[in-house]
Nanobody, 119 residues
């Protein structure tokens, strides 16, 4: 199983970035895909999630600015981040999870990509 994030970098406040997470080694279309982030000294937090049925969830802090999407053909999940703020600066992690009752709980993480928002 591999989750490989890309697209992070340095951006000015108000700018945009698009993160990508390329998945392999599991049945991508069956998994809920999420983006988490972790800033220095803070706990990892959920930013956005898209289910296998393409329902989406966003943290209040990013609603209206971030958009999560998935391409099941390319086994890739994206996070479009607009109107970036300094408080969005963190390491962003891709997560894949499949839960089936109490029988199965598969949970995978990528290595993370740094997003720096600074002028």
């Amino acid at each position: 199983v591999q989750l490989v994030e890309s697209g992070g970098g340095l951006v000015q406040p108000g700018g945009s970035l698009r993160l990508s997470c390329a998945a392999s080694g599991f049945t991508f279309s069956s998994y809920a895909m999420s983006w988490y982030r972790q800033a220095p000294g803070k706990e990892r937090e959920l930013v956005a999630r898209i289910t296998s049925g393409s329902s989406t969830y966003y943290a209040d802090s990013v609603k209206g600015r971030f958009t999560i999407s998935r391409d099941n053909v390319e086994s890739t999940v994206y996070l479009q981040m607009n109107s970036l703020k300094p408080e969005d600066m963190a390491v962003y992690y891709c997560n894949a999870r499949f839960v089936y009752g109490t029988s199965y709980d598969y949970n995978y993480w990528g290595q993370g990509t740094q997003v720096t928002v600074s002028s």
